[in-house]
């Protein structure tokens, strides 16, 4: 694929782009770090010893401030805050199964998710925190700097404010490096949409008890530990903008000529490299890619409407979950919290708990030197938009073992049965810890061969990744899935991204 350099040398002087080559340059001084990584997980150890947190499930019966209303059968919350779980009727549905109805989480209200960074010793930092959510297994993770939902933040609870809120609230002292809405779980949540939005700022930032500064570089280095890095980081940090390396290796900030001429290497990083900058091209134009994923939106049929909980098919109420007559894809439960480390002490609330655990899985592929990524229209039915792009492949395995053998997506035997050769990426990550109760799903990269030829079906498309990247600063275009996959990508660039072939 030739490497066709596009206009001048101001690209890369422009505000936004100068951002994205320093973002990409903290992927590697890890020397010039504030601290190390083994201090980091030191100081993360410590922080989750002294975390007390005890979780409990319950019947729904212990649960306080929440009822079934009746007649409808809608497990609310008195306040008419926070969240309620309700049933979703779907039909003409594309696929195996056109019509069904379940259980879904409705919370209209917009939350943010927000990553403070700053600057150290010429490399950008982001501020992240140690929070425990009743639904990760292992209680704590790491979030952002904010992670609050609008009855959080506005004190619903009353409890303690939110710590560093005010800097993605009042942000004209700050510059913003992304600000968008974006999905959550399609399938779990009635469309439901949070602010993703990385501020940095020039301030002096007071470091609180629970909250590090981590280099970008670091930050990605640990998506390859399990349960660590959580959902609302990972999708927050798929809109950090990145830039291509220079010949050397190392990432220009001065917008100068050289920093664009060709990425040597056969390393994944170089591919990787090639594939954020636009001057290298794609086997698909930007807008036949936006012509292909309209069409499918416009060509979309199927329905989906809320209805009453009570009144869904197929489920069963019990003293303790709703499940579904055959005991699959997921149940709603309750457990009740004991904290000393959130802006309340203790609570009870309802939380999804999913039978199985799910693949996540982009295939990707060097065409003409240049990295690119399979990715398909994905509906949920509780998308805004109906449909958005998906990885490769998004399932839990077990599910079909009561749905139609048609139903199974595409290429899953490929991803489940790749050679370990292939596997670029391959990691245990948790999905949100504040609605999902010990939720988790594997997310894989798998490269295949230069010289496999694979026909793209209708639904599929080869993207480079400058094009995901450009996608994911709008709305309604990439799930979250799909989100995570591109952080986790995006961590190839790393130092341990240059050794692999």
């Known amino acids: 694929m030739p490497h066709a350099l596009p206009g001048s040398a101001d690209v890369l002087t422009r505000p936004e782009n100068r951002s994205a080559a320093r973002m990409a340059r903290s992927m590697h001084d890890a020397d010039r770090a504030v601290s190390s990584l083994e201090a980091f997980r030191r100081w993360f150890a410590a922080y989750v010893e ?56 409705h919370q209209p209200e917009v939350g943010i998710l927000g990553i403070l960074v700053k600057e150290f010793d010429g490399v950008p930092h982001c501020l992240m925190q140690a929070k425990m959510e009743p639904g990760n297994h292992n209680r704590v993770q790491i979030s952002p700097t904010v992670q609050a939902t609008r009855s959080n933040y506005t004190r619903v609870h009353g409890g303690r404010p939110v710590p560093y809120l005010d800097f993605f609230r009042n942000v004209s002292r700050h510059q913003i490096l992304a600000d968008v809405l974006q999905s959550e779980q399609g399938s779990w949540f009635y469309r439901k949409r949070n602010r993703n939005i990385i501020v940095e700022t020039r301030d002096d930032v007071e470091l609180l008890d629970g909250f590090y500064w981590l280099s970008v570089g670091q930050l990605h280095a640990l998506l390859s530990s399990p349960d660590l890095v959580n959902m609302d980081s990972r999708t927050v940090m798929a809109c950090l903008p990145f830039a291509s390396p220079s010949p050397s290796g190392r990432w220009a900030i ?41 069409g499918a939106r416009a060509g979309f049929t199927g329905e989906a409407h809320l209805m009453d909980l009570g009144s869904v098919r197929d489920w069963q109420r019990s003293d303790d979950r709703i499940s579904h007559d055959y005991g699959v894809f997921f149940d709603v439960m ?30 990707v592929q060097r065409i003409g030197g240049v990295l690119h990524v399979l990715v398909r229209v994905g509906s949920e039915p509780g998308f805004v938009d109906a449909i958005e792009l998906a990885p490769t492949v998004q399932c839990t395995p077990e599910n079909y073992a009561v749905l139609p053998a048609e139903a199974a997506p595409p290429f899953l035997d490929e991803v489940l049965h790749a050679p370990a050769d292939a596997v ?20 894989l990269i798998v490269e295949l061969p230069s010289e496999r030829e694979l026909a793209e079906p209708d639904e599929f498309r080869w993207l480079a990744v ?36």
């Open 50 to 105: 002294t975390e007390s947190s005890e979780i409990h499930r319950i019947p729904f019966t212990e649960l306080k401030g929440w009822r079934f209303e009746e007649p409808h059968g809608n497990l609310v919350h008195e306040s008419g805050k926070f969240f309620s779980v309700r049933g979703l009727r779907v039909r003409n549905a594309p696929g195996a199964v056109p019509e069904w109805d379940q259980p879904i989480i």
């Open 254 to 294: 001065d917008g100068a000529p050289a920093a664009r001429r060709p990425v040597e290497g056969t390393s994944i990083g170089a591919a990787l490299a090639r594939s954020l900058d636009p001057g290298y091209g794609a086997l698909h134009s930007t807008g036949s890619v936006r012509n292909w994923f309209t």
């Open 334 to 363: 309750a457990v009740d919290v004991q904290t000393g480390s959130r802006e309340v002490s203790s609570w009870t609330q309802p939380m999804i708990e999913a039978r199985g655990q799910g693949v996540a899985a982009f295939l």
């Open 424 to 443: 670029r990426f391959d990691t245990v990550l948790s999905e949100e810890g504040g609605r999902f109760f010990h939720t988790r799903s594997r997310y």
């Open 466 to 501: 400058h094009q995901l990247s450009s996608l994911v600063q709008h709305s309604n275009y990439l799930n979250i899935q799909a989100r995570t996959l591109l952080t986790c990508l995006h961590s190839l660039l790393g130092p341990a991204g240059g050794d692999r072939t």
